[in-house]
């Protein structure tokens, strides 16, 4: 079994900055990877990032690319989600999951393990 506890999430005003973490405990394995999602009040969990343990490949959602980056620590078992220039859509609860494979990568099915959720809300 694998654990995920997410932090780092807040309050910020547009156009500012945090920094999300996700550590993995548990059974960790050292291919796969990493993902990060978000879910909005009404809406459907969707992709935001992920990043292969092997290697270090991102892959980025059109929405956040520019502004989020996505890395990891593998000593740490940690991934990180840097956003900058936050918008007011990007108000969620952030998801981190994991996963054993290393394709498709956008889909949530893809991801058996999930972290609790941090909620990240951007005011206007």
């Known amino acids: 079994q694998v654990q995920l506890v997410e932090s780092g999430g807040g309050l910020v005003q547009a156009g500012g900055s945090l920094r999300l973490s996700c550590a993995a405990s548990?059974?960790?394995?050292?291919?796969?990877?990493m993902g990060w999602f978000r879910q909005a009040p009404g809406k459907e969990r969707e992709f935001v990032a992920a990043?292969?343990?092997?290697?270090?490949?991102?892959y980025y959602a059109d929405s956040v690319k520019g502004r989020f980056t996505i890395s990891r620590d593998n000593a740490k078992n940690t991934v990180y989600l840097q956003m900058n220039s936050l918008k007011p859509d990007d108000t969620a609860v952030y998801y981190c999951?994991?996963?054993?494979?290393?394709?498709?990568?956008?889909?949530?099915?893809?991801?058996?393990?999930w972290g609790q959720g941090t909620q990240v809300t951007v005011s206007s």
């Open positions: 990043i292969r343990w092997s290697g270090g490949s991102t």
């Open positions: 548990g059974r960790t394995f050292s291919s796969g990877a």
């Open positions: 999951a994991a996963t054993r494979y290393s394709d498709l990568l956008s889909y949530t099915g893809t991801y058996p393990y």
